[in-house]
């Protein structure tokens, strides 16, 4: 299930649609998941209990640790889990941080 700041919920079309620009996708499931389930392709793996901790990071450390430019608080950022729940928390904890 997918979550972004101006449309609560995402159809997987939208998705592929919204990757076509240039959206940040970042997947919250732990790496167990990833590794039994697949990576999305063009995503990164940002487990929920990291997320707030990396949101904050200096932006070379971003880099370095999840080999991504990291996102500026007005770029746009979609956040995906497997059912919901933690991709509406993490839409939460980056607002709280200031991302748009």
């Not at 159809?11 to 919250?28: G, N, R, T």
């Not at 998941?33 to 949101?55: C, M, Q, W, Y």
């Amino acid at each position: 299930s997918l979550s972004a700041g101006g449309a609560p919920n995402l159809s997987y079309q939208e998705l592929k649609d919204l990757k076509k620009a240039s959206v940040l996708h970042i997947d919250v499931r732990e790496r167990w998941e990833v590794d039994r389930f697949g990576k999305i392709p063009e995503s990164i793996n940002i487990p929920l209990g990291e997320l707030v901790e990396a949101l904050q990071m200096d932006p070379t450390e971003f880099k370095e640790q999840y080999n991504q430019k990291m996102p500026s608080k007005s770029d746009p950022v979609v956040f995906s889990c497997l059912a919901g729940t933690r991709s509406k928390q993490a839409l939460g904890f980056a607002m709280s941080l200031g991302f748009s």
